[in-house]
């Protein structure tokens, strides 16, 4: 026991729980649109993967998730010049507009652009940039190795899937910077399009194929795809377990959502479906042959990550209840947008993982 705490001491935070607190972190941002607060949460973000992030080959993730998410600011103000959206009294620009059919009413095409609609199309691409911001963050911290370690026996199959989804954008980042170290050894520093193909695109492509055999080859090694022999009348109860747990999380999560059904209603069918999905798990990852070395302890610090993700939630809560406006900050007028007091405290909360989970695996400090 005391090796698998120094081990995971080593490791740093448990990968279930960054992604815990990347998603409640990406939950806080998702409710709001305040400029303020979107850029709090990506600058708390940063700051974590700073100092916590590792050597690995999934810990330069994050870097691309910024540069994907200041593309889709500028993909969203490019359409609202294009296509339209919210107006306003401040007009910056006209473009030539074409007449639309009736069938096409609430869009456009060209026309004039105001200082109004292009601040609430910044404030919506900023708020999607963020919420990809936060799941680079979780690809860079988070190993995706013991992720799959971590999962339920039951789920050993999707969770291959989903841990080798999830370590695909890590893995392309590794093979084009080891592919332009090998060009700048050998002296090509020509950036021509013929020339990027030639020597990027095609190595990259023949070393994502040669990753893919490996992996199959692999997984192939170690049983993944196997039949045991399982009862039919398990398997049934099992799926049906699953089923009716699946739909019951569906259920009270859309109830929760609409007001129509009252929330006790609604906290019932969310509560009975995960209680539903739970056994059914339980009682899966109990008939699934797979052993387990050196289990990875899910400890005090992991739930402190967890609960630090959380308050971010939390604080957005409050100044919903307290504050409601300046989480949806007015694009007309015109004026700067107030920064919400309790969601601020709950955001900078969150920033307690670079204390609480460093990483100790180098002693040059954050990267």
Known sequence: MKTAVSRAA???AHPVAWWGW??????AASRTANPWLLLLVVAVSGLVVT??????PWSGA?????????AAIAVRMVFYVVFGGADGATVLFELPSVQLPEWAAGFRLGGAVSAEGALAAAYDGLRLATLLVCVGAANALASPRRLLRSVPAA???????????????????????RIRRARALRGNVSRSPANLMRTVVVPVLHDAL???????????????GRASDIPAAARRATSAFLLTGMLGLCAGAYALLGSATPAPVAWSLLACG?????????????????????ADVFGGRDWAVLLSGAAAVAGTVLSGIAEPGTLWPATSPLAVPPLPLYAACGVLIAAAPALLAPNTSTKAGPR
């Not at 990347?22 to 939950?27: D, E, G």
């Not at 040669?210 to 993944?224: F, P, Q, W």
């Open 10 to 12: 080593h490791h740093g």
């Open 22 to 27: 990347a998603l409640l972190l990406a939950t």
């Open 51 to 56: 100092w916590c992030r590792g050597d690995e």
């Open 62 to 70: 994050y870097r691309v998730f910024l540069l994907i998410g200041a």
């Open 155 to 177: 789920l050993y199959e999707v969770s291959v899937a989903v841990v080798v989804a999830l370590s695909v954008a890590p893995q392309l980042v590794e093979s084009v910077a």
């Open 210 to 224: 040669d990753r893919s055999l490996a992996l199959a080859a692999a997984m192939a090694s170690r049983g993944y």
């Open 274 to 294: 995960a209680g539903a999905a739970v056994f059914g798990i339980a009682f899966a990852s109990r008939r699934v042959p797979r052993t387990r070395y050196r």
